[in-house]
């Protein structure tokens, strides 16, 4: 199974999930918000719902996109962990700077 984070940060997908964020929408009219194929937009659409971040209602021809809650749950989630551990390599490498410079010469008015 694709990385849920890898599969949200591409630019495109983070766009579809922005745009369903208001609602459940077909793919002809996601399509036409990009400048590219409404084939490629259904590829992006299944791998948003393989990773379980949106779900597909097949309605007669057409077929309809929103949200998974709990896949957005879950992708809060690691963004907050992500976040967390890459704040935290942060504060380590700073604090390992700072122990290593040298002391600042003391300043005179």
Request: no cysteine; charged share 25%; proline share 8%.
């Amino acid at each position: 199974m694709p990385d849920l984070l890898e599969v949200a940060a591409e630019p495109t997908r983070r766009r579809l999930l922005a745009l369903l964020a208001s609602g459940e929408q077909a793919v002809t009219p996601l399509a036409e918000q990009f400048e590219v194929s409404r084939s490629a937009i259904s590829q992006h659409l299944l791998l948003l719902a393989e990773v379980g971040l949106v779900e597909a209602r097949k309605e007669g021809r057409n077929r309809y996109y929103s949200l998974v809650p709990e896949g957005m749950d879950r992708l809060r989630e690691q963004v907050a962990v992500f976040w967390a551990r890459e704040l935290d390599v942060l504060v380590a490498d700073a604090t390992a700077l700072a122990q290593s410079a040298p002391p600042s010469p003391p300043r005179h008015p």
